[in-house]
């Protein structure tokens, strides 16, 4: 059974930090699966917020970029989102992604953890 299991989210005022942490279980995670965030607010489409592929190459929404990084740990199965200069509108249920399968057409998820911004 593969579980991404999503910590380090909560309530913070603007302009704090946050760090995600998201472990995974029941797979190894190699180098060259993407990994990523997303996040989905109230009323809102799920949206990328950064991804992370092989070699460590790094993608960021233009709404996040200069305040968020993404980084991985394969030997430890865990990806993380370092959150800095958080805003109200970044407030959303962030998720944990990993892509599998064929041309990696295929996604594990988390359960989601609620960050919310106080102004």
Same mark, same amino acid.
Do not use: H
């Given at each position: 059974?593969?579980?991404?299991?999503?910590?380090?989210?909560? /309530?913070?005022?603007?302009?704090?930090?946050?760090? /995600?942490?998201?472990?995974?279980?029941?797979?190894?995670?190699?180098?060259?699966?993407?990994?990523?965030?997303?996040?989905?607010?109230?009323?809102?489409?799920?949206?990328?917020?950064?991804?992370?592929?092989?070699?460590?190459?790094?993608?960021?929404?233009?709404?996040?970029?200069?305040?968020?990084?993404?980084?991985?740990?394969?030997?430890?199965?865990?990806?993380? /989102?370092?959150?800095?200069? /958080?805003?109200?509108?970044?407030?959303?249920?962030?998720?944990?992604?990993?892509?599998?399968?064929?041309?990696?057409?295929?996604?594990?998820?988390?359960?989601?953890?609620?960050?919310?911004?106080?102004?």
């Amino acid at each position: 059974q593969v579980q991404l299991v999503e910590s380090g989210g909560g /309530l913070v005022q603007a302009g704090g930090s946050l760090r /995600l942490s998201c472990a995974a279980s029941g797979i190894i995670i190699s180098s060259i699966n993407p990994m990523g965030w997303y996040r989905q607010a109230p009323g809102k489409q799920r949206e990328l917020v950064a991804t992370i592929t092989r070699g460590g190459s790094t993608n960021y929404a233009d709404s996040v970029k200069g305040r968020f990084t993404i980084s991985r740990d394969n030997a430890k199965n865990t990806v993380y /989102l370092q959150m800095n200069s /958080l805003k109200p509108e970044d407030t959303a249920v962030y998720y944990c992604n990993v892509k599998y399968g064929i041309n990696w057409s295929r996604d594990y998820w988390g359960q989601g953890t609620q960050v919310t911004v106080s102004s």
